[in-house]
């Protein structure tokens, strides 16, 4: 191998580290909807008897009836130890939605999250479309209830009633006190004597605002549940000029991002269609009902589910439709499980997620360990053996393949692999990924700290384990290590080779300068750990 081929190896190892969402999305390997192939052609492609329904076509992805002109009617509170949620009566449309137990920002004066603001109130999250018709803005509507308090443990409904394009429209909703689900039963009545063939849509949404979101670590997005597989797209630009649209077997669709969603959850989900669009700052939700008949004199009652409230893992586990599902763990989503569950293990004795993460760094660098000394070794070799591989070089100058030849069979020889120093690192990566995963969609690690403040300041630090380092102390002291680690680490042949490494701790460094502080001190502390194991190898190989 000469030194373009180890030049290769080398880059190849920065590229994936660097850019691996780029390529595996490129490669295909990550699962993304076609912008010019709608989820609905996935659908329609199988026959409509297997779906079970008969797949109607998809209308255009716009919502704009859905902005809200109030009818009649009044606010009422709902009011949990999880939330304090407002609806207007005329309708039952959400006007507010404020979470208990999150904060928008670390500081404690800091207001709660509202998942529904001023501006995702004027599209009429948990509103209904009734062909076509919005049903917060048409007819009179009753409500039979009052404000609702709940105590834990304990649960209460609202029951609502109103018409809208000639048909009664019976809504009851259900709050509970351990649970940020709201369930729905909805009744039509066809007055007179003649069926109605009614389309019902289901409508939410949310603003960046409103949920928290922001950054390239944390974007505002649509996810949905198609066919079982989890589906989302996070580009505003296709959101707002093309948005999403299909027609399938949707077992849930939300507006959210990391932490948060505002998900609507159909009882039957087959032939669905699926609307969702960015518009005037807020991710808008629909899923629409195929046609079904009402006949007079008799109820025709649907039933779905909402989910207003955080991507708490614990509580979607009992959540319906495998709403669990949108907390996506990526490719590696069994490392990143299994790296939670240390992370939660550690935590439950410790009681900062920032020592968790240490003491999470230290079981992984045991068991790499046997890996790095012996990707060390072989290192070391390569540093005996490069006077001979410069010979080779010198002699062979004007005969590539026999240079080439003879330097593989000088490593065949003693055993050395040429691209050892990179292996550790792309052991590594499905441990780094999976991490990176879990710590960016951990609800646990949002606001949690490690050092509050910088010693001896009042300046924040590492306050929020989910965001980056407002200091970029821990990146630079990241990058300082890996410095250290590259003088340590025997140095190449090749003069090219060595300055492409010496590289790399400034690549890695303007790359972890956004991260969340978490995965930074995941890697901080692995580049220490990393030290004084070569620290020790060195000092035996010098005896």
């Given at each position: ?15 994936i ?6 390529l ?27 779906q079970?329904?008969p797949?109607?076509p998809t209308?255009?992805?716009s ?9 009649e009617?009044?606010a009422?509170?709902v009011?949990?130890p ?40 004027a ?9 076509g018709?919005?049903?917060?803005s ?7 209830g009052?404000d ?19 048909l009664r ?20 009545y066809?007055p007179g ?6 389309r019902v ?31 989302e ?21 939300a ?11 159909p ?7 699926l ?9 808008r939700?629909?899923l629409?009902?195929p ?13 779905l ?16 439709n ?17 790296l939670m569950?240390l ?6 004795y ?16 045991i068991?790499?360990w046997?890996l790095?000394?012996?990707?060390y ?10 006077p001979?591989?410069q010979?080779?070089?010198e ?5 590539k393949e ?15 692999n ?5 292996m ?10 999976g ?9 646990e ?7 509050t403040?910088?010693p001896?300041?009042?300046w924040?630090w ?9 200091t970029?102390?821990?990146?630079l002291l ?26 790399m701790?400034?690549?890695?460094t303007?790359l972890?300068?956004n991260?969340?502080s978490?995965?930074v001190?995941?890697?901080l502390?692995?580049n220490v ?15």
């Amino acid at each position: 191998m000469d030194s373009k081929n180890l030049i290769l190896t080398i880059t190849v190892c920065v590229g994936i580290l660097v850019g691996w969402n780029y390529l595996a999305d490129h490669m295909g390997w990550i699962a993304k909807p076609d912008p010019a192939k709608p989820a609905q052609q996935q659908a329609v492609q199988q026959p409509a008897e297997q779906q079970g329904a008969p797949v109607p076509p998809t209308a255009p992805a716009s919502l704009t009836p859905g902005i809200f002109t109030p009818s009649e009617g009044r606010a009422v509170t709902v009011r949990t130890p999880l939330y304090t949620a407002v609806l207007h009566s005329g309708g039952g449309v959400l006007k507010s939605f404020e979470l208990r137990k999150y904060r928008v920002m670390v500081a404690p004066n800091s207001g709660l999250v509202n998942l529904v603001d001023e501006t995702t109130a004027a599209t009429a999250p948990l509103g209904l479309l009734i062909n076509g018709q919005p049903s917060w803005s048409t007819g009179r509507w009753t409500l039979e209830g009052d404000d609702l308090t709940l105590a834990p443990g304990q649960a209460g409904s609202l029951r609502l009633r109103g018409e809208v394009d000639g048909l009664r429209v019976e809504r009851e909703l259900r709050f509970s006190a351990d649970s940020y689900l709201i369930s729905e039963r909805m009744s039509l009545y066809a007055p007179g004597e003649s069926a109605r063939t009614v389309r019902v849509a289901f409508t939410t949404g949310a603003s960046t605002a409103s949920v928290g979101a922001g950054g390239s670590y944390d974007p505002m997005r649509i996810g949905w549940s198609l066919n079982g597989k989890f589906n989302e797209e996070t580009s505003a630009s296709d959101l707002s000029s093309k948005g999403v649209a299909g027609t399938g077997n949707y077992g849930w669709a939300a507006a959210m991002s990391n932490y948060f969603m505002n998900a609507i959850l159909p009882a039957d989900t087959e032939g669905l269609t699926l609307k969702g669009r960015l518009q005037s700052d807020v991710y808008r939700v629909a899923l629409e009902r195929p046609d079904t008949l009402a006949n007079p004199g008799e109820a025709k009652t649907l039933e779905l589910a909402y989910w207003y409230g955080p991507k708490d893992r614990i509580l979607l586990k009992n959540a319906p439709n495998n709403l669990a599902q949108s907390i996506d763990l990526g490719m590696f989503s069994i490392i990143a499980v299994a790296l939670m569950w240390l992370l939660d293990f550690f935590h439950a004795y410790v009681g900062n997620w920032g020592i968790a993460i240490i003491l999470l760094t230290v079981v992984i660098k045991i068991l790499f360990w046997p890996l790095t000394a012996k990707s060390y070794k072989s290192m070391e070799k390569m540093k005996r053996l490069n006077p001979l591989i410069q010979k080779i070089r010198e002699k062979h100058a004007n005969d590539k393949e026999t240079m080439n030849k003879e330097i593989m069979g000088l490593y065949k020889t003693y055993g050395v692999n040429p691209a050892s120093g990179c292996m550790p690192i792309l052991v590594q990566l499905p441990v780094f990924f999976g991490l990176y995963q879990a710590l960016m969609t951990a609800l646990e690690l949002r606001h949690s700290s490690f050092i509050t403040y910088l010693p001896g300041t009042d300046w924040l630090w590492l306050a929020d384990l989910s965001t980056k380092d407002p200091t970029y102390i821990t990146p630079l002291l990241m990058g300082a290590t890996m410095f250290i680690q590259q003088k340590l680490t025997p140095a190449a042949g090749d003069p090219m080779q060595q300055k492409i490494m010496m590289l790399m701790p400034i690549v890695f460094t303007f790359l972890f300068l956004n991260f969340p502080s978490g995965l930074v001190v995941y890697w901080l502390v692995n580049n220490v750990l990393s030290i004084a194991q070569q620290w020790m190898m060195l000092r035996k190989v010098e005896a």
